[in-house]
């Protein structure tokens, strides 16, 4: 039951995204644990708490019109799934993995079933890159390709690690499909962190099962061997493939692509340095500029200020801090090593490039139960109270 929740919640089916939240919390509570309530003793939960707290009412005080949903989306949810992904979490990794792998399918479902719909349309001669969405009203492209990031960053996991094979055909079904969705709706994010999450876990994947310098060496040669075979398909132009991706709407944007577009001449560092500039005299936000940064960061600190900014940085390094004592004490297991690794990292390139908490509040709400159940309940405290047998004693 779970499950289905943990999905419909996901999938934000038709836009009730909140409701199922609240259903996963009432199950939970009262049917799954019969008002017994975890203790969640880490700093990580506090932190987490206070940026919320602070980004709520610092947009309050700067006048911004929040809608209900989305007001539950931005402040209420990610402190919601910490709190579900820790419970999940407190079932061990498995089972926790599991949970993952559900909002995976969740999310690329609701994106793949937008790129079909959307498939004869051409986003290039829409303002914004536009798709419609299935649920209801348009959707950028920027945001759509955030469905496919939990698919597109466990692809070497897919391909390596899984060992139910319904899963593993599933699974890098659901990679490539998200690449192609990128290429149709002219978008490059999404196809750099696929790539690079992929070869840092071919890295990983190799120094873990031999030494640090062989695993580097192989990673290297195998690395170069795969980069040669791609530089091979397109010069002999396997399939028809030059022609297919120049007619493609991401190559026909960079056919006509200009220098500003570049990633390293991209427009958003120039916004998100402007940003940063104004900050000091605007130290609680509502900084008057046009633009987003497209970095979670830094347009918190645009619409509300230093605090939350500190805070959610914060929030996000002790997350990094945690993953790394975690999977140290789990002496480095492979599996968990790739599979925990792929999500996080994938995430925190997300979050460098994209206006996630302003366009898409889920992605950083399955963060949230990423860290509060992958990587937080295996070491957490175990020890349960039920609020009628000591209701002072509850605590997070």
Request: aromatic residues 16%; hydrophobic residues 55%.
């Amino acid at each position: 039951m779970i499950r289905v929740l943990l999905f419909l919640l996901t999938n934000n089916f038709f836009t009730y995204a909140n409701y199922f939240a609240i259903f996963i919390l009432l199950y939970d509570t009262l049917v799954k644990r019969r008002l017994v309530i975890p203790k969640i003793r880490n700093i990580t939960f506090f932190c987490l708490v206070i940026a919320s707290l602070s980004f709520m009412l610092l947009s309050e005080y700067n006048g911004y019109e929040i809608s209900t949903s989305s007001f539950a989306l931005k402040f209420v949810l990610p402190i919601c799934m910490f709190y579900i992904g820790y419970t999940r979490g407190l079932n061990g990794f498995n089972s926790w993995k599991m949970d993952v792998i559900v909002i995976m399918f969740a999310t690329f479902t609701h994106g793949f079933l937008n790129v079909v719909t959307n498939r004869n349309t051409n986003v290039l001669l829409i303002e914004g890159r536009q798709y419609q969405d299935i649920y209801g009203g348009a959707i950028s492209a920027t945001l759509q390709n955030l469905m496919f990031v939990l698919s597109s960053a466990l692809l070497f996991y897919f391909l390596i690690y899984e060992k139910n094979l319904k899963f593993k055909i599933l699974g890098i079904f659901a990679a490539l499909a998200g690449a192609y969705g990128s290429i149709a709706n002219a978008s490059r994010t999404l196809l750099y962190v696929i790539a690079l999450v992929f070869f840092m876990c071919l890295f990983l994947h190799l120094i873990l099962k031999y030494s640090t310098f062989e695993g580097i060496v192989r990673g290297v040669t195998v690395a170069c061997g795969m980069i040669i075979v791609v530089l091979f398909i397109m010069w002999i132009d396997l399939f028809g493939i030059q022609e297919w991706f120049a007619q493609s709407a991401l190559g026909q944007r960079e056919a006509t692509a200009v220098a500003s577009s570049s990633v390293s001449q991209n427009l958003r560092w120039g916004y998100a340095s402007d940003i940063l500039k104004l900050l000091p005299s605007y130290p609680l936000g509502n900084i008057p500029y046009a633009h987003y940064a497209h970095n979670l960061w830094v347009d918190i600190a645009k619409e509300t200020g230093i605090i939350p900014f500190i805070l959610y940085i914060l929030f996000c390094v002790i997350s990094a801090v945690t993953v790394i004592t975690y999977l140290k004490r789990s002496n480095f297991d492979r599996e968990k090593v790739i599979f925990v690794s792929s999500i996080f990292v994938a995430s925190i390139l997300v979050f460098f490039t994209e206006p996630v908490m302003e366009g898409s509040p889920m992605t950083f709400g399955i963060f949230c139960f990423v860290v509060g159940g992958g990587i937080l309940s295996f070491k957490a405290n175990r020890n349960i109270i039920s609020i009628f047998q000591n209701p002072q004693q509850i605590s997070v």
